[in-house]
């Protein structure tokens, strides 16, 4: 949490000096390669590509994405930490590369990138369940786990987001048998083809399972609950149904490695913001798809947040191996 902090402050004043500086004159590389550590076809995936593709038209370089998955993030994460400083890779993760810190996977944050900002806010994951168990809400489920202990399977990928709020709803008494299940995709799979009984997936994901009746929705793992009346939503955070401690904001960002020319960082940060704030098509799309709404934090804002969950995150023990 210090650490973070001193990064935090540190990061502030490179943004002051930044702001006094000329831009224009950026050199950027011919190729820009957006690292995801997830796989292709879920959510963060979707934005990477949606930003690549608008970050193309608005700057000089030609942004790329590549999928690098692996040990719950760990393996995009570190190649970005250990690519050239030329502008040429950034990392586009979220809320995960905390949780990785925190269960050992990896020993590093954002201490050692040069953080650009966050570039989007995902509404939250929902807790779901197979509809033949007969469990219509999160207070049936808590009660089911005390009478069956262990008898439900929990999906999850060690060193993710869904690792995170697995390992807090076993702390707050939910007695579930984790298992490390893969990616979102192959999450979804598992529990579609009956291999477990509970997920934790963007809802867009799981939208149709839901609406055909395949999949029951539960609770929501963000701040905030999900409510969309023209399609008729109204799923509560996991925290407001009485578990106050089982939530875990979920925060898209860009970083780039340590080192990296500040103005071309803050180029690109300003690139980003004009994308998130005045980009109507971008805006339509993220919703559209997975119900966000724009969202933009620059440097100094960006970190504070992160902050706060890093110190969230310190509260539980995720160092236990699934």
């Known amino acids: 949490m210090k650490k973070l ?3 935090l402050l540190s990061s502030v004043i490179a943004v002051m000096l930044m702001s006094c500086i000329a831009s224009a004159d950026v ?5 820009v390669e957006i690292v995801v550590p997830a796989g292709a076809g879920g ?42 400083k030329d502008g ?74 869904s690792y995170a709020i697995a390992m807090q709803m076993k702390a707050a008494g939910f007695e579930l048998r984790v298992v490390d299940a893969g990616s979102a995709a192959d ?18 994901s799981v939208k149709d399972y839901i609406e055909e ?4 929705a539960l609770a929501m793992d963000g701040e905030n609950d999900f409510v969309n009346e023209a399609d008729k939503i109204d799923i509560k955070a996991i925290h407001n149904q009485g578990y106050e401690t089982i939530k875990l904001p979920f925060y898209y960002f860009f970083a ?14 300003d690139a980003v913001k004009d994308i998130v704030e005045n980009d109507a098509e971008y805006q339509g799309k993220i919703y559209s798809s997975y119900y966000q709404r724009p969202f933009f934090k620059g440097t100094g804002e960006g970190l504070k947040i992160y902050a706060d969950i890093d110190e969230l995150l310190g509260k539980v023990n995720l160092t236990g191996k699934l």
Request: with cysteine; proline share 3%.
């Open 88 to 161: 040429g890779t950034v990392l586009f993760y979220h809320t995960a590369l905390l949780v990785n810190k925190h269960c050992g996977t990896t020993n590093y944050g954002f201490e050692e990138y040069s953080f650009s900002c966050i570039g989007a806010e995902n509404i939250g994951n929902v807790l779901t369940v197979r509809a033949n168990l007969g469990i219509k809400t999160l207070q049936e489920l808590y009660d089911y786990t005390k009478a069956n202990p262990n008898k439900l399977k929990m999906a999850a990928q060690t060193g993710a987001t």
């Open 213 to 216: 009746g395949d999949l029951i």
């Open 256 to 269: 780039f490695p340590k080192g990296t020319d500040p103005e071309l960082v803050q180029a690109f940060t």
């Open 187 to 204: 999450r979804l799979a598992a529990i579609v083809g009956g291999h477990v009984d509970v997920i934790l997936s963007a809802y867009g």
């Open 43 to 84: 959510d963060t995936d979707f934005n990477a590509r949606l930003f690549a593709d608008k970050l193309s038209k608005k700057l000089s370089p030609n942004f790329v994405v590549s999928n690098v998955n692996g040990n719950g993030g760990a393996v995009g994460t570190r190649r970005v930490k250990d690519a050239k």
């Open 5 to 7: 902090m001193l990064v």
């Open 27 to 31: 050199s950027w590389p011919r190729n």
